[in-house]
């Protein structure tokens, strides 16, 4: 394997606090060496001079879409995607066609990373057969096939008593299990946060509380079994406070945040535009500082970005038919670097909460510059402007509502396993 030397870049590690100006050099695949006068013969030169040297980012919420909806996304296009925003490594939700819950469709995404994606992909199984909410599915045999945790996404499982036995069954396998915490009997309908501007709309109404009585509900299971439980896409000041007091009970509890729901608010859904529809719907102003609080004090474990690509015509309908989703991978960095900004959170914490947490929760390689750790390396330049338009971007989708806007920080190179895949200015650099 070739030999890359990375150039006067301020060092963030957070798996060792180490924040400084140095040189790092890559060979092997792995990190080899940081600090300065490092031996350059026969290595490639990366000019990191202004920029940040972090460990590639490790996304624990993303669709690829592979298999059975390649025309929204596929696996080399979302590998190609996730390495352009300097992610390394991606976990990819179960929802697929047909649904991720045989190890023969854990399988078949591995094989197809292997062959197709830039980035490392990590398969999260079904939780339920089907994502239907009745029968667990096999977690041993799909654990064997190479999943990482298990979820039934957007699928709230319903039943408690199940879900009791799918955390309890989690605890032999080892594995988180990832929840989507939403009262379907709350949310009914709803397609926007319930409040003034649901109101002003004439949409439905998603209150707060659906999340919030889940995040409770699962919490408490969690408590009961001793299991890992992980709570998806945290996006109200209620659900933040009882993962809070959970943690501080000693409960296995983790949470990631995306970032639309650290810096948009429902407001951003007044003029109907598709693309702010997500789930959980975008919410007030109170809970977006509450999930930023959150993911500061370390409440909320990592950023992930919920990357969900839908195509065109399916966005492009009224808000109530339109499906739920964005894209993320190519704008996560400027979106989020907003904390850095506004002096919030320091350059190496949340560089924690992009990578060594995520890697720690699914327990695989990453988060660490120290020598000999895989060569899973961003460069970012914090200070960068360009205007993001994803017509130019490399997932096949757009649905984002960032389309057209000046941003600031830009991933401007990505390696994995050693081996350069992104630079800003050559692209995407595998077949």
């Known amino acids: 394997m070739s030999r890359i030397l990375i150039l006067g870049g301020r060092l963030l590690d957070p798996a060792s606090a180490r924040d400084e100006t140095a040189d790092l050099l890559l060979e092997g695949g792995c990190i080899a060496a940081a600090g300065s ?47 352009a925003g300097g992610f390394t490594s991606l976990a990819c939700m179960a929802n697929t066609e047909p649904v991720n819950d045989d190890p023969a469709t854990t399988d078949y995404i591995i094989d197809r990373a292997r062959q197709e994606s830039p980035a490392r992909v990590y398969p999260i199984a079904a939780a339920t057969k089907g994502l239907k909410g009745e029968i667990m599915t096999e977690m041993s045999a799909l654990m064997a096939a190479g999943a990482v945790a298990f979820s039934d996404d957007g699928k709230t499982i319903m039943d408690s008593g199940l879900m009791r036995r799918i955390l309890e069954y989690s605890r032999l396998v080892e594995v988180p299990v990832v929840v989507h915490c939403e009262d379907r009997m709350l949310v009914l309908d709803g397609v926007v946060n319930e409040g003034p501007v649901s109101t002003k709309l004439g949409l439905p109404g998603n209150p707060a509380a659906a999340e919030e009585v889940h995040v409770s509900r699962d919490v408490r299971l969690a408590e009961l079994t001793g299991a890992h439980l992980h709570v998806a896409h945290v996006s109200t000041a209620g659900a933040v406070k009882t993962i809070r007091e959970a943690r501080e009970r000693g409960v296995s509890i983790t949470a990631e945040a995306t970032p639309h729901h650290l810096t948009l608010t429902d407001a951003a859904a007044l003029d109907y535009d598709t693309n702010t529809k997500v789930a959980p719907p975008l919410r007030s102003a109170a809970d977006v500082e509450a999930c930023r609080r959150g993911l500061v004090d ?6 992930a970005t919920d990357h969900a690509p839908h195509a065109v015509h399916e966005k492009d309908q009224e808000y109530t038919a339109a499906p739920p989703g964005l894209i993320g991978f190519e704008t996560a960095v400027p979106v989020v670097l907003d904390l850095v900004r506004r002096d919030e959170i320091s350059p190496l914490e949340l560089i924690r909460r992009f990578s060594t ?3 720690h929760i699914i327990q695989r390689p990453g988060g660490s510059l120290a020598d000999g750790e895989p060569g899973d390396v961003v460069v970012i330049d914090p200070n960068r402007r360009w205007t993001y338009d994803p017509a130019k971007g490399y997932s096949k989708s757009r649905n984002s509502p960032w389309a057209g806007l000046e941003m600031i920080g830009r991933t401007v190179a990505t390696l994995v396993e050693g081996r350069l895949v992104y630079h800003v200015d050559r692209g995407v650099l595998v077949p």
């Open 298 to 303: 370390g409440t909320i474990d990592c950023v």
């Open 37 to 83: 006068d490092l031996d350059s013969r026969g290595a490639e030169v990366i000019d990191a001079a202004g920029c940040w040297v972090a460990p590639g980012f490790v996304d624990l919420h993303t669709h690829l879409r592979e298999p059975g909806q390649e025309h929204k996304e596929d696996i080399a296009s979302g590998g190609r995607s996730a390495v």
């Open 357 to 359: 947490n995520p890697a």
